[in-house]
């Protein structure tokens, strides 16, 4: 059975004042509990939930904790990405050291945090901000990240995505934006979501035509579609207004999604495929975040961990007037 991610919503806490620290610890804490985590990966969650709220409010000038639960074989991992968009860190190195302290607080600095996860990343750019990624509780996950965010003041998300994976190194990836926001648009979004799962290792072509029909009677969505194999080429097939890129150490190439709301009129859908080479990733994102970017404009960002490039985009792409999703995939 392929392992299946990105059906758990993911959780925003804003970091603007002392008080936002506590509540995400908590918060962290709570979900922890509710996947079933153990006392002693809470009690690290905690930590590192605390230090890294601390760190965002008192040297980024505020930003955000996002928070998700990652399913596993055996169990659940708990994933905590800090985004700031501060002055970013001069001395990344002491700032890492293990006894270093930004303050009175329960950890040791970065390094506890460092030290207390079981996955670790961290990039910091001079102004441009620090992006740290700590994932904790059931070992090492795949090698991807994924921020989806609903619009500021919406509780449900009208984006989705899914991934699924199977030991056989075969991957499909689905980014579906329901029309508008809200409910209603959370509705189509997870009615292309679950006929993507029914059957995830399909054609990027089936998977849009079944998207299509699971659409209809709600207000429609634009959706794109990418699987993968050892040794294949990369195959994909979108309609509508999800972006799609491949990025190389050699450079960027965009993937080609037709014109269109899947749920309404489907033309005929053109399948492409991508010659894949080593270390490529498969980036794609819903209209919430801007097309212009480029990898390259920031200096080693394609080296860091699928998560942190994702939140990265997210933070300096973001349009903030719609749902936002990125996925960033190493394939």
Not at 23 to 51: P, Y
Not at 211 to 225: D, W
């Amino acid at each position: 059975m392929p392992q299946l991610y990105g059906k758990v919503m993911q959780r925003r806490h804003a970091i603007g004042e002392s008080s936002a620290i506590g509540a995400v610890r908590r918060g962290a804490q709570r979900l922890a509990t509710e996947v079933g985590l153990c006392e002693a990966s809470t009690g690290r969650i905690g930590i590192v939930a605390t230090e890294l709220a601390t760190n965002v409010l008192r040297h980024g000038g505020g930003g955000e904790l996002l928070v998700q639960a990652i399913p596993g074989a055996a169990t659940v991992t708990l994933e905590i990405i800090a985004i700031d968009r501060g002055p970013g860190m001069s001395n990344l190195h002491e700032c890492l050291r293990d006894g270093y302290s930004s303050g009175p607080t329960p950890g040791t600095g970065l390094g506890a945090v460092r030290r207390l996860s079981d996955e670790f990343d961290i990039a910091s750019f001079p102004d441009k901000g620090t992006v740290v990624m700590s994932r904790i509780g059931g070992g090492p996950t795949g090698r991807f990240g994924a921020i989806c965010i609903p619009l500021e003041g919406e509780t449900e998300c009208g984006d989705a995505w899914r991934l699924a994976c199977d030991e056989n190194k075969q991957g499909a990836l689905i980014v579906i934006d329901g029309l508008g926001h809200g409910p209603s648009a959370a509705q189509a979004a997870q009615a292309a979501a679950s006929a993507f799962a029914s059957n995830p290792f399909d054609t990027p072509v089936a998977q849009i035509e079944r998207a299509h029909q699971a659409l209809s009677g709600t207000r429609g969505a634009a959706v794109a579609c990418a699987a993968w194999a050892t040794g294949e080429s990369l195959r994909y097939a979108g309609v509508g207004n999800i972006a799609g890129r491949l990025a190389g150490p050699d450079g960027n190439r965009g993937l080609v999604s037709h014109n269109g709301t899947l749920g309404f009129q489907l033309h005929r859908v053109q399948q492409f495929e991508y010659p894949l080479t080593a270390r490529d990733l498969v980036i794609m994102h819903s209209d919430g975040l801007s097309a212009r970017w480029e990898l390259a404009e920031q200096f080693g960002l394609q080296n860091h961990h699928p998560a942190v490039i994702a939140a990265t985009l997210y933070r300096d792409h973001g349009r903030a007037r719609d749902d936002a999703t990125v996925v960033v995939v190493s394939v």
